[in-house]
């Protein structure tokens, strides 16, 4: 009977297969900008997280499928601890994904090549240069001269593709690999 009860105990020492709490896409040539995503079960359709550089969370982030035939989205926002009421949006817009050099939406199906998943934000680097605007206080303008460099390095990152890891690959919604 002592035996049966330590079953449960050694169990639960095991890791489980699902253990990862989260998951990464990682800049294409800025290996310090990543996108985390937790790494929520019960939901399938969309994935919510954080840009970090150098591991430290710049701005939240988000990906899901629209209804119909809208595609997949995406919405980049400042930290709760750093926007005001009125400024929270940074960007956001459509996923564009791709498998090795080919889109993965509008590629005929008897064209699919194999390839690496990237993933693009159009719109983000556009939307995140603005929001560092600080008209107010032109010192801490991020756009200008209060420009730090994680700042710089998120900026050129966020014009480039996005690799995902492999627990990743489900929030690449239209592929084909």
Not at 2 to 24: D, F, M, V
Not at 28 to 34: G, K, R
Not at 129 to 148: Q, V
Request: overall charge positive; hydrophobic content about 35%.
């Amino acid at each position: 009977m002592k035996r049966l009860l330590l079953i449960p105990l050694l169990l639960g020492l095991i890791p489980s297969a699902n253990a990862a709490g989260t998951c990464e896409f990682v800049s294409e040539y800025y290996p310090d900008v990543t996108i985390e995503i937790e790494n929520q079960k019960d939901i399938t359709t969309s994935g919510f997280g954080k840009i970090k550089y150098k591991n430290k969370p710049m701005l939240t982030f988000s990906t899901g499928i629209s209804n119909g035939y809208g595609g997949q989205y995406f919405v980049v926002r400042k930290l709760e601890k750093d926007a005001k009421e009125d400024d929270k949006s940074v960007a956001y817009g459509k996923v564009v994904g791709m498998v090795g050099d080919q889109i993965t939406r509008g590629t005929p199906p008897d064209k699919y090549k194999s390839g690496r998943l990237r993933m693009m934000f159009p719109n983000l680097g556009t939307g995140y240069y603005y929001s560092l605007s600080n008209f107010n206080e032109p010192k801490k303008d991020g756009r200008f001269a209060g420009r730090t460099k994680a700042m710089t390095t998120l900026l050129r990152a966020s014009e480039g593709f996005f690799v995902p890891d492999k627990v990743c690959e489900k929030f690449v919604y239209f592929k084909w690999d």
